[in-house]
């Protein structure tokens, strides 16, 4: 069965700190995508990334980054120099690959909520 | 460019009413249409989802349904409203078949907060 774990229910740091949160997932799939997305305190969910398993090369936008590990199911988010816009939840999210129903359906992991403190 | 509204933005109701949430997109074709709701504090549940015109798939069997009566319009509704059904409800959409892997992102829409009260 697929899965996606964010073990960090809550995270709380000062600004202009570097954070790292965790996302690990369970699939059989080969191929298969992986999503961020920022919830801010308006309920949005904010599309960040999508990355796809064959495509193990970190990624940097700005003050974010992400490090895809398929050695260990893992799909991490980390905000350098974090300011407090930065506080929301992101989620995590796989997406299913094989579809018979016209559509592909996601799995969503439990979010992390990010406190940046001023 | 896409857009996504939904509305009303916020909606407090008694137990026992009626409810009709709408969501509609803007500058895409036969888009793929999805609810989700968010209780407090956790995550997103799939509700349903539409690959087209009338045509809807429930994920989890509940007190609410969805009809989908043109290709950018999806509502979702419920005949008596229980408290359960408080929380955040979220509707998004993605196109089949868009090249690059962008068939495989949703984006989502501004949110509905439903009190059940």
């Known amino acids: 069965a697929q899965k996606v774990t964010q073990a960090q229910t809550e995270i709380s740091v000062v600004e202009k700190e570097d954070v790292t949160l965790d996302c690990v997932y369970e699939?059989?799939?080969?191929?298969?995508?992986l999503f961020w997305y920022k919830q801010p305190p308006s309920g949005e969910l904010v599309f960040l990334i999508r990355?796809?398993?064959?495509?193990?090369q970190n990624e940097i936008s700005g003050r974010y980054s992400w490090n895809f590990q398929k050695s260990t199911s893992s799909f991490n988010f980390t905000i350098t120099a974090s300011q407090v816009v930065d506080s929301a939840v992101y989620f995590c999210?796989?997406?299913?690959?094989?579809?018979?129903?016209?559509?592909?359906?996601?799995?969503f992991g439990t979010g992390t909520r990010l406190k940046v403190l001023a | 460019s896409q857009t996504i509204h939904q509305w009303p933005a916020t909606l407090v109701q008694p137990v026992g009413s009626p409810l009709s949430l709408e969501c509609t997109v803007e500058?895409?074709?036969?888009?793929?249409l999805y609810w989700y709701r968010q209780a407090a504090g956790r995550g997103l549940q799939l509700l349903f989802y539409?690959?087209?015109?009338?045509?809807i798939s429930s994920e989890v069997p509940q007190n609410l349904s969805a009809s989908r009566p043109q290709d950018r319009q999806f509502i979702l509704s419920s005949k008596k409203l229980l408290l359960s059904d408080s929380g955040f409800y979220l509707c998004?959409?993605?196109?089949?078949?868009?090249?690059?892997?962008?068939?495989?992102?949703?984006?989502f829409g501004p949110g509905t907060r439903l009190t059940v009260t």
């Open positions: 500058g895409t074709s036969n888009p793929n």
């Open positions: 999210a796989l997406s299913e690959t094989y579809s018979t129903s016209g559509t592909y359906k996601y799995i």
């Open positions: 990355r796809n398993s064959f495509d193990e």
């Open positions: 998004a959409w993605s196109v089949w078949g868009a090249p690059g892997g962008r068939q495989y992102e949703q984006y």
């Open positions: 539409s690959v087209g015109i009338g045509q």
């Open positions: 699939t059989r799939d080969t191929t298969y995508y």
